[in-house]
């Protein structure tokens, strides 16, 4: 059998990894400034992560969730101290698309509504909240047909206000900082606004963190920076470290019924071992600090670069924006130097997304290597 081919490849076999660094089957080393699409938080392979899923898959990888299990309770609590968000509930499942699914159903039963609010250029996964993130909108058409969804202009409050008071509206659902879409951003006025929106017209204002969460902004949540607080979060990808785990930490004035939501693997054993050893390494090994110092130093490093028209982001959640597209300085970065870097909807922005472990020298290692990339390529 072959692969179903949706996905173009780069030459490359990452064999072996170790916190910054891809090695692939020919012992050659790459510098991970992509973590795996935002995924690898507290490095590749970091030892204490290794040492906790061993000591539990040689106890238990998997059990029903039918019946207790105190890992699921320990995680909810650390990830409630570590958030600043301990009232909060927490549903478990196994990736961002599905942490969005289950927030956008929650809503629907919550208000006894359907429709949904998103935002032009978001990116929700392969979910009803869907959006046009690539060319094909195809590819992106909402998948549930019971919950249609309206997309509008970030920063437009108006045009909000005006589809709150139609009174069908189920949920907002916005990133608050727009990854695949190229790392735009809500002002902190607009937020504010929304939040008030929502809570006027009964809507569930849900902050989709799967990208934006866990640290990688420099606060553990990047609406922290707005000041809002909202009735649902989703959160996914580095909270597993590439262990596959998501969820949504839910407001207590939205109440559980049983049957409502549900999942086989999601919460299962070794997940939130994983997902556990991730918590306490940001925490021991201060990675928020780290990603929004390192962060720091790389705007100021990269807007100094000729060629670099603006750098967007917060944290370690960043993307340089180029007047070209960057496909061909990506190859140039991979096969040549040796860097791994991430892509948008807007093809000339370079974005970058390390482990929230990398340090400056790295950042130096990387900067280097694009000046030395910007001058050989021909495009410019
Ligand atoms: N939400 C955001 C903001 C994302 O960036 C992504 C993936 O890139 C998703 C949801 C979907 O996550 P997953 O691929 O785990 O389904």
Excluded: W
Excluded at 219 to 237: E, M, W
Excluded at 291 to 305: D, K, L, N, V
């Amino acid at each position: 059998m072959k692969l179903f081919d949706v996905y173009p490849l780069y030459n490359v076999e990452p064999v072996n990894a170790y916190n910054c660094i891809v090695v692939d089957k020919d012992g050659t080393e790459y510098l991970d400034m992509y973590g795996g699409h935002a995924v690898i938080s507290i490095g590749h392979s970091h030892p204490h992560y290794i040492k906790k899923i061993k000591e539990q898959i040689e106890k238990i990888g998997f059990y029903s969730n039918a019946v207790q299990n105190s890992i699921q309770t320990k995680l909810a609590e650390k990830l409630g101290q570590l958030s600043g968000y301990s009232n909060y509930q927490l549903f478990l499942c196994n990736s961002g698309a599905e942490a969005n699914e289950n927030a956008l159903k929650l809503a629907s039963f919550f208000t006894g509504k359907s429709r949904i609010v998103a935002f032009h250029n978001g990116f929700h996964g392969r979910t009803s909240a869907a959006v046009a993130a690539t060319d094909n909108s195809k590819i992106n058409s909402p998948l549930n047909s019971q919950q249609s969804v309206s997309f509008l202009p970030l920063n437009q409050i108006e045009l909000v206000k005006t589809e709150l008071e139609k009174g069908d509206v189920c949920a907002v659902i916005i990133e608050p900082i727009q990854g695949v879409g190229g790392l735009d951003e809500g002002t902190t006025d607009f937020f504010k606004a929304l939040e008030i929106l929502c809570k006027k017209h009964n809507v569930v204002l849900i902050l989709d963190e799967v990208q934006s969460g866990y640290g990688r902004s420099g606060k553990f949540f990047a609406h922290q920076y707005h000041g809002i607080t909202p009735d649902i979060i989703s959160v996914a990808k580095g909270m597993g470290n590439g262990f596959p785990i998501g969820g949504i930490l839910i407001a207590p004035h939205i109440p559980a019924l049983h049957g409502m939501l549900g999942t086989t693997f999601g919460g299962n054993h070794l997940a939130c071992a994983a997902a556990l050893s991730v918590l306490e390494v940001i925490e021991t090994e201060n990675l928020m600090d780290n990603a929004r110092i390192t962060g720091e130093y790389f705007i100021s490093q990269a807007s100094t670069i000729p060629g670099v028209q603006k750098v967007k982001g917060r944290g370690l959640m960043l993307g340089l924006e180029f007047d070209f597209e960057v496909s061909e300085l990506r190859k140039k970065m991979i096969y040549e130097k040796h860097v791994f870097t991430g892509g948008a909807m807007n093809k000339k922005l370079l974005r970058i997304l390390p482990p929230l472990t990398i340090r400056k020298k790295e950042i130096d290692q990387f900067i280097n290597a694009l000046q030395g990339a910007l001058v050989e390529i021909p495009i410019i």
